[in-house]
């Protein structure tokens, strides 16, 4: 799971981080999904809860199970949503019978899993037969401004560390039709592939710098990494790469969706 570790930061570090694009990610891919009132769904991966929130307002607390690695993230999802049940467990080994949920879904995970093959056929195997498994990861290597951004900044400061770390080189499962191939791998069928974007605001460029040296996500684990006067650096060359101005910003991101259905 490359730069799985880096989550272990502070719930509130995440959410000023990539978190803040979870809200509408999670409505996107509900809807992408084809989430309806009356499903039973499980959300695998659930950080601090965007998708789960999102998946308790379309089906009720009742409805909604969920599951992750990270036990300050499950902690801070239990707190947000008091009712649903969320267990510390990865993907590759969750805990829940089979053919239990009407829907599987994962958002910004599938690329931080051990063993993607095995996560997904986990989320086929809690899903009845006809239900569909869902997941979503960042176009890291192209529209998830955010992060493009900031490896390409990176990689003016230290080249040959930014590229050994940067998401849009060294992580599986991020480029156009990648998902597919592993949902039709897994035995789903129908399977379907498509973009999602989503927007986040900023007050300022220090609004989006502040989560990065807490060591959050491997950008923040990059960043953390670096001496003070790297670290500037990276500062100044992130803002500039970014090409905003010193008040209120909004960027977007795309992220890729992938879905298909548990066959009988």
């Known amino acids: 799971m490359p730069g799985a570790e880096t ?17 509408q990610l999670a409505s996107a891919l509900i809807g992408f999904a084809g989430v ?14 965007a998708l789960t929130a999102a998946l308790a307002r379309r089906l009720g607390i009742a409805s909604v199970r969920a599951a992750d690695p990270s036990k300050p993230f499950v902690e801070a999802c239990r707190a947000r949503l008091p009712g649903v049940e969320v267990v510390v467990a990865a993907a590759e080994a969750l805990p829940f019978a089979d053919r239990t949920s009407d829907a599987a879904l994962s958002q910004l995970v ?13 989320m086929a195997r809690v899903t009845r037969p006809g239900g569909v498994v869902a997941s979503c990861v960042w176009d890291y290597a192209g529209e998830m401004t955010l992060l493009r951004a900031f ?8 080249p040959e560390r ?3 770390a940067d998401e849009g080189v060294v ?7 990648e998902l597919a191939e592993l949902w039709r791998a897994a035995g789903l069928r129908d399977v379907r592939f498509g973009p999602l974007v989503v927007s986040a605001t900023y007050a300022d ?3 989006l710098w502040s989560p990065l040296p807490t060591g959050v ?48």
């Open 217 to 264: 996500a491997p950008s923040g684990a990059f960043c953390r990494s670096l001496d003070e006067d790297r670290r500037a650096a990276l500062h100044d060359a992130y803002h500039r790469r970014l090409g905003v101005r010193n008040g209120p910003f909004a960027l977007t991101a795309r992220a890729w969706a992938v879905a298909g259905i548990v066959r009988h």
């Open 171 to 177: 992580m599986r499962w991020c480029a156009e039709g």
């Open 110 to 122: 599938v690329n931080f899993m051990r063993d993607a093959e095995a996560g997904v056929r986990e």
């Open 151 to 158: 490896w390409d900044a990176a990689s003016e400061v230290d």
């Open 7 to 23: 989550f272990r930061a502070s719930a509130d570090a995440y959410d000023r981080h990539v978190g803040r694009y979870g809200t």
């Open 205 to 207: 460029f220090e609004d």
């Open 36 to 49: 309806e009132p009356g499903m039973r769904a499980l959300d695998v991966g659930c950080g601090t809860g």
């Open 162 to 164: 930014a590229v050994a």
